[in-house]
């Protein structure tokens, strides 16, 4: 069976699975910055005093949470339509990974947030900082610095998941490997290309990100 695979049959596809790998770095640039942004906003807004703003976190949180990113991408893509709001695939396909981390970062960070000594938020006070400037001056560094190896992963997981997206014929990598199967009817080789792929780009954001944090965190891991 091995001397049956075809390889050299794909060489003249890499530009598509180029074109398509850089559609995803694209995508997952975008969606870690806006989800963790969006996280970093919801674990302040939930570890303060219990309002209506922090209850209606918690409800998108645990919704989120609790339900399957390819449901959540149907219905900004078909669902979203109907109210009026009509995006591109890509458009929709951002959103959906931005909301989904941004729900999951939430909690992640807010983790980190619990566990941080009640003295910080104390002595961002006796300094005359303001409660958002103790957050993001005191007490979000070191948070950041505790929980990072846990919302790295979160962040790759979600890059991982972006291969739904092509469900919405948004022309990401997974897209690009599925349409070269059609043409090739090599699918053995290619989803293995692809998984080879998607591997050396979780492992290179996993050390990008990794030295990020320990350069502007301090983290150890």
Excluded: D, H
Excluded at 3 to 17: D, I, R, V, Y
Excluded at 45 to 74: C, D, H, K, M
Aim: hydrophobic share 55%; glycine share 10%.
């Amino acid at each position: 069976m091995i001397g049956q695979l075809n390889f050299a049959a794909l060489w003249p596809m890499w530009p598509e699975l180029l074109a398509g790998l850089w559609v995803t770095v694209q995508l997952t640039v975008m969606a870690t910055l806006g989800g963790v942004t969006l996280g970093i906003l919801g674990a302040w807004l939930r570890s303060g005093r219990a309002n209506w703003a922090s209850r209606l976190w918690g409800v998108y949180v645990e919704l989120i949470r609790n339900t399957p990113f390819v449901v959540q991408l149907f219905f900004i893509v078909f669902g979203l339509p109907n109210l009026g709001l009509k995006l591109t695939a890509g458009e929709a396909a951002l959103l959906a990974m931005i909301i989904n981390l941004g729900a999951y970062s939430t909690e992640i960070i807010r983790a980190g947030i619990q566990v941080t000594p009640k003295g910080q938020w104390e002595a961002g006070r006796v300094l005359g900082l303001s409660r958002t400037q103790t957050f993001l001056r005191v007490v979000l560094p070191p948070s950041l610095a505790r929980i990072y190896p846990a919302l790295v992963s979160q962040c790759i997981i979600v890059m991982l998941g972006s291969s739904v997206v092509s469900q919405v014929s948004y022309e990401e990598l997974t897209f690009a490997a599925n349409l070269i199967q059609s043409r090739t009817f090599l699918s053995f080789e290619v989803y293995l290309v692809a998984t080879l792929i998607y591997l050396g780009l979780s492992i290179a954001m996993r050390q990008l990100l990794l030295a990020i944090g320990r350069k502007w965190l301090g983290v150890t891991a």
